[in-house]
């Protein structure tokens, strides 16, 4: 069955420290990929996603994902973790139906 | 501006009773979708809708319905409330031919 998997429920890192959120997908086709975060207390938005094309992918507030077919990943960084990065990360693949299946989520927490 | 809303975003009653929940969407897309969100922040597919076809997640109870009046909302109807239904419910859209989906705030439902 279609599935991502996020390593790591909770993951600390210092304020300018490395994030590292990892995400492995199960498809054995190309998928589509998405991260989202979900700030407390609100809605899931769009951090960035893979279609097609570069595998290296740019999202919002400095964060980026690079697609590995074959390590069947798609790792979400940044370079310097900030105290408003502090949040609730989710990896997600699309079914043929355009319904999402989300990994568990991971809980960043930035320790100042 | 709102492209994605849900109303109420806080909801406690009574177990046995019916209620509804509204979402709405102003970005003008084909298919709308219902996930809830459980208190360990696992996010499951619901349903899909678009003006052509439901698609029901096998796992959801029949005590649950999906109901469109238009392109723009797609409200959630759930009968005989239980206490496991309490959780955090989000709407989303997306656009025909298009993956990324767009979250509402989310209405968290207490079920006492």
């Known amino acids: ?112 | 501006d709102t492209a994605v809303s849900q109303t109420p975003k806080y909801l406690v009653t009574q177990m046995g009773n019916d209620k509804s929940i509204k979402c709405e969407q102003n970005l003008g897309h084909d298919t709308m979708y219902w996930y809830k969100q459980d208190s360990k922040k696992f996010l499951k597919i619901m349903f899909s809708y678009n003006n052509k076809e439901l698609i029901i997640n096998e796992t959801v109870p029949n005590r649950f319905s999906p109901k469109s009046p238009d392109k723009a909302h797609l409200n959630l109807h759930i009968n005989s409330l239980e206490l496991g239904d309490s959780a955090v419910y989000f709407c989303a859209s997306s656009p025909q031919g298009g993956y990324t989906q767009y979250f509402g705030p989310g209405t968290r439902l207490t079920v006492l």
């Not at chain 1, 990892?22 to 190309?30: A, K, Q, W």
């Not at chain 1, 507030?61 to 690079?66: D, S």
């Open chain 1, 1 to 112: 069955a279609q599935s991502v998997t996020q390593l790591g429920s909770h993951v600390s890192v210092s304020e300018g420290a490395l994030v590292l959120l990892r995400c492995n997908y199960s498809s054995s086709v190309p998928p589509y990929l998405f991260w989202y975060v979900q700030y407390p207390n609100q809605g899931l938005q769009l951090l960035l996603k893979y279609t097609t094309g570069a595998t290296l992918v740019k999202g919002i507030n400095g964060f980026e994902a690079e697609f590995k077919k074959s390590e069947t990943s798609f790792h979400l960084t940044k370079p310097s973790a900030h105290m408003s990065d502090a949040a609730e990360y989710f990896c997600a693949e699309p079914n043929t139906g355009n319904q999402f299946y989300f990994g568990t989520g991971t809980s960043l927490t930035v320790i100042p």
